[in-house]
C-alpha cells in the first residue's frame, strides 16, 4: 500500500482476515498468520469499501422526457402541466409492482457494487401513500439478498405533498406519513426516518411531528435540509441528534455549530446541485472549522440526481465543492459510515468488518481526480472477494 501524506496509509502492509472480520492489519505479519493463505495485492492501493450513504435508487420509471424537455426550453409550469416532475415518478411507482422496482433497481446498484460499494441507504418516498411506501421498502430490503451488498433503508414518506392533499400537509402528515412509519416499523423495514424540509416540501413544526414519533419507536433520523432555501431544517435536525443533514447548500454558520454540537454528519449531494445548475455552495469552510464530518453520496434519484457512480461523486465533490482528495475518500468511508449510524465499517481495523476495496492506482488521490474511470481491481465483501 503506497505511502501518502495524511492518508493514514501503511507502506507495504498486510491485513488479516478471520470469517467476516479484520483480524489484523500492519506492517511485520505475526507468525501465528504464517500458514494462512495470502494474496499478494502486489502494492496495490488497498482502502474500506465505499459506501453510499444518500439514495433514492427504488423508483419506477425514468425522467428522461423532461430533461430533453428542458433542453428544449420547457419551463417547470409545462413540464408539470404534462404530467411530469415528481408527479410522474410518484405514478410509475405506484403502479409498479415489487418485482418490477427490484428489477429496475438492479441495474443502478451493480454500478456502485462495481465500483467497490458495499454498503448503500435507499429511501422511500416516491409512494406517497401507504400501499407504495411499503412497497418500496420490501424491495429495497430484498436487494441486500440479492447482492453481495448492505442495505440501510430510510423511511421518508415526509417527501412531497401528494396531489390528493394538494395545500393540506398537515392532513397528509398525519393521515398517511405517521400511520405509514408505524405500519413499516412494525415489519421491520426501518432503520432510520427522514423528511424534506424545504418551502416546497414540509416545514419544521411538520417534520418536528414525524421526527417525534420517530424518536418514540427509537429510530434515528436524518433530513433534507437546506437545499433550497433557508427555513431551519439544519437546526432542527441538530435539535433531534440527527445522524446527518443532507444537502444543506443554504446553511449558515450557526447551523454548522449546532451540527457541530449535536454530532451531525454533513452529507453533501453534488450530483444534485450539479443537475440543478445550483450556484449557493455548501458551507464547506465552516464544516472544517467547526470539525463537522463530511460525507459525500450519489443522491442517486430520476428527477435531480439521476448519479450512479460514487467515484464520479467524489470527483464532483472535490471539483464543485473544493474538498481535497483526503477529504473525499473519507467523505465515502468513515464518515458516510458515521452518517448511518454505523461503527462496525468505514477504516481498515481490527474488529471491523472486512469490506475492502483494491484499486489499481499508484496514489489515492487518483480515486477523486478521474472522470469516467473505475480503477477498481477487486471488491471484498465481508472477507470475500
Request: glycine letters at 10%; one cysteine or more; aromatic letters at 6%.
Amino acid at each position: 500500500m503506497p505511502v501518502a501524506g495524511g492518508y493514514g496509509l501503511i507502506n507495504t502492509g498486510a491485513v488479516a482476515i478471520r470469517d467476516d472480520l479484520i483480524d489484523w492489519v500492519g506492517t511485520d505479519v505475526p507468525a501465528k498468520y504464517a500458514d494462512w493463505p495470502s494474496e499478494d495485492m502486489n502494492g496495490r492501493l488497498i482502502t474500506p469499501a465505499l459506501i453510499d450513504c444518500h439514495t433514492h435508487l427504488i423508483f419506477g420509471g425514468n425522467r428522461a422526457r423532461e430533461f430533453e424537455m428542458r433542453l428544449n426550453g420547457a419551463t417547470y409550469e409545462d413540464i408539470a402541466r404534462a404530467g411530469g416532475g415528481i408527479v410522474s415518478t410518484v405514478t410509475a411507482t405506484r403502479m409498479a409492482t415489487e418485482d418490477d422496482l427490484i428489477r429496475s433497481a438492479l441495474p443502478r446498484l451493480d454500478a456502485l457494487i462495481a465500483e467497490g460499494v458495499s454498503l448503500v441507504e435507499i429511501k422511500s418516498g416516491y409512494g406517497l401513500d401507504t400501499d407504495t411506501e411499503l412497497r418500496m421498502l420490501r424491495a429495497a430490503r430484498a436487494l441486500g439478498s440479492l447482492r453481495d451488498v448492505r442495505i440501510r433503508t430510510s423511511f421518508l414518506g415526509a417527501h412531497a405533498v401528494p396531489a390528493k392533499y394538494t395545500n393540506r400537509p398537515d392532513a397528509y402528515i398525519r393521515e398517511v406519513c405517521l400511520p405509514t412509519l408505524r405500519a413499516a416499523h412494525a415489519e421491520g423495514l426501518v432503520d432510520a426516518v427522514d423528511g424534506f424540509c424545504e418551502g416546497i416540501a414540509f416545514d419544521t413544526a411538520q417534520m418536528g411531528r414525524v421526527f417525534d414519533m420517530a424518536k418514540a419507536l427509537g429510530l434515528p433520523v436524518k433530513l433534507h435540509a437546506e437545499q433550497l432555501s433557508h427555513i431551519g431544517g439544519t437546526a432542527l435536525a441538530a435539535q433531534y441528534g440527527a445522524l446527518s443533514a443532507d444537502h444543506i447548500e443554504y446553511a449558515t454558520a450557526a447551523d454548522v455549530q449546532a451540527m457541530a454540537a449535536a454530532g451531525t454528519v454533513a452529507v453533501l449531494l453534488p450530483g444534485a446541485f450539479y443537475t440543478l445548475h445550483e450556484t449557493q455552495m455548501p458551507p464547506v469552510a465552516a464544516l472544517r472549522e467547526h470539525g463537522v464530518p463530511i460525507a459525500l453520496a450519489t443522491d442517486c434519484n430520476p428527477g435531480s440526481s439521476p448519479l450512479a457512480s460514487l467515484l464520479l461523486t467524489m470527483n464532483m465533490g472535490c471539483t464543485l465543492f473544493r474538498l481535497t482528495p483526503q477529504e473525499a475518500l473519507a467523505a465515502v468511508t468513515c464518515h458516510a459510515a458515521q452518517a448511518l449510524g454505523l461503527v462496525d465499517t468505514g477504516r481498515i481495523m481490527r474488529g471491523l468488518r472486512a469490506d475492502l476495496a483494491v484499486w489499481d492506482v499508484a496514489e489515492p488521490a487518483e480515486l477523486a481526480y478521474r472522470i469516467g474511470f473505475n480503477p477498481l481491481h477487486k471488491r471484498i465483501f465481508g472477507g470475500e472477494g
